[in-house]
């Protein structure tokens, strides 16, 4: 039996084991077990090699400590009120604006994940603070819950963002690109790459309400003409001032060299900390937001872990270089691979969450798309935003329950008035791979 064979027979077992609810990490770390015995022809060395040396170097290796500095900036964010803040004065310029309570959701939740990275915070967050002003207003709840729940996405384009994090982590560096050889993978480039797509997004997100409402006759109410003063307008803006300042701060210092992105987090984490202080955060709730940060990274190392050591597997037994001829031997286009990739990660993210989807099928499907010409920065910014997007989708649809739970609203709903956003971030990802020069003109802009 082929090493190839061999790794898409252990691949498709730790599939069948994930659908059948087997714990992700468990799963990959039984394939990549009994995989590494199989390839070796049951010689144990390569097999414990993996399982002491490379778990030891897995767990020494402090890159992985960005995960929960960046989830310990994006809590203290939303313990010291700068999303409030924010959504107050997105409303004061928008409010009188059709669609306007809206058009806030979607701009709080851009800004708002310039510091948390995280979909679902912003989801939970907004989705209390915007829903009873939608319902007072009129506007059609179905429309409404749908642009919550969408809106949250825009988290992992705008940095920093933990999916792009992840990526940049498990993704193999330096990857051969199709036509240009072999290119590092920089996640300051990366994480600089999803600005511009997320401003673009955020666009058409607002488009889409629009459009939703001049064929949903009703579901947007009148403009208001209620009176709101220039003064208060103005002084409103304050309220972004810690956000930008964060955000300079964190994605200004990786972007210029001045540190990586883990001593990034770990700035803005002190930052946010003294914030939080001048505030005056009860220490209890401080003590909470590190909690809550350390056991998340406690539910996602083991996984990291179980990813690593597949992703090894998958390398040693040259199923990606294997599935990347077999993929050219069809002389199929590049595009219609890429959205054959789209259709998969659609329906992984029926059942999965974005990290297990970035950390199965990223050793298999990144040097594909790679070898096949794609900017791999580009595919970085689209893969990730389709996984976000694939949360959007029943049965599971992560994005849909966590807003539908804070909400405490039917899933149905949300799922009823999601699909016209869906529609709209997917086109947004196709455009995305189809012009490239969207996620690299500003890195390169800055250089």
Not at 228 to 257: A, E, K, Q, V
């Amino acid at each position: 039996m082929s090493a190839p064979v061999i790794g898409i027979i252990f691949f498709l077992v730790m599939m069948v084991m994930v659908f059948l609810g087997i714990p992700v990490f468990i799963s990959m770390l039984t394939a990549t077990f009994f995989g590494f015995l199989v390839l070796n022809g049951g010689n144990p060395a390569m097999m414990l090699t993996q399982f002491t040396a490379g778990v030891y170097n897995l767990g020494a290796n402090y890159n992985y400590a960005v995960l929960p500095l960046f989830s310990l900036v994006g809590a203290l964010v939303g313990e010291t009120g700068v999303a409030e803040g924010a959504f107050n004065c997105f409303e004061s310029w928008l409010k009188r604006v059709k669609g306007g309570l809206l058009f806030t959701v979607v701009a709080s939740n851009a800004v708002f994940g310039a510091c948390s990275g995280s979909s679902i915070a912003g989801n939970i967050v907004f989705g209390k603070l915007s829903l009873p002003q939608l319902r007072k207003r009129g506007y059609d709840e179905r429309l409404s819950l749908g642009c919550i729940a969408a809106s949250g996405a825009l988290s992992t384009l705008i940095p920093p963002s933990m999916g792009i994090l992840m990526f940049c982590i498990i993704a193999p560096s330096p990857i051969e690109v199709g036509g240009v050889g072999n290119v590092a993978i920089s996640v300051g480039t990366a994480l600089s790459g999803g600005i511009v797509p997320g401003l673009l997004t955020a666009i058409a997100l607002c488009v889409t309400v629009r459009l939703v409402g001049a064929v949903r006759k009703g579901s947007l109410p009148p403009k208001t003409h209620e009176a709101i003063s220039w003064h208060d307008r103005l002084t409103g803006l304050r309220f972004l001032i810690p956000i930008l300042l964060l955000f300079g701060l964190i994605i200004g210092g990786t972007m210029l060299g001045w540190f990586t992105a883990t001593v990034a987090g770990a700035v803005g984490a002190v930052v946010c900390v003294i914030y939080a202080i001048f505030k005056r955060i009860p220490a209890r709730t401080l003590w909470r937001t590190f909690v809550d940060a350390a056991v998340m990274e406690a539910g996602i190392f083991p996984i990291i872990v179980g990813g690593q050591l597949f992703s090894r597997f998958v390398s040693n037994s040259g199923l990606a270089k294997y599935l990347s001829d077999a993929i050219a031997s069809l002389h199929a286009p590049a595009f219609v691979i890429f959205l054959l990739v789209m259709i998969l990660y659609v329906f992984c993210g029926c059942v999965m969450d974005m990290m297990s989807i970035i950390i199965i099928t990223v050793p298999v499907v990144f040097p594909i798309l790679c070898s096949l010409g794609y900017s791999p920065y580009a595919i970085i910014i689209a893969l990730c935003f389709m996984m976000e997007i694939a949360g959007l989708t029943p049965p599971i649809g992560m994005n849909v329950f966590a807003t539908s739970n804070a909400l405490r609203v039917s899933p149905s709903k949300v799922f009823s008035g999601v699909w016209p956003f869906f529609i709209c971030e997917v086109l947004m990802v196709i455009v995305i791979a189809l012009v490239p020069g969207i996620v690299t003109w500003l890195p390169g802009l800055i250089g």
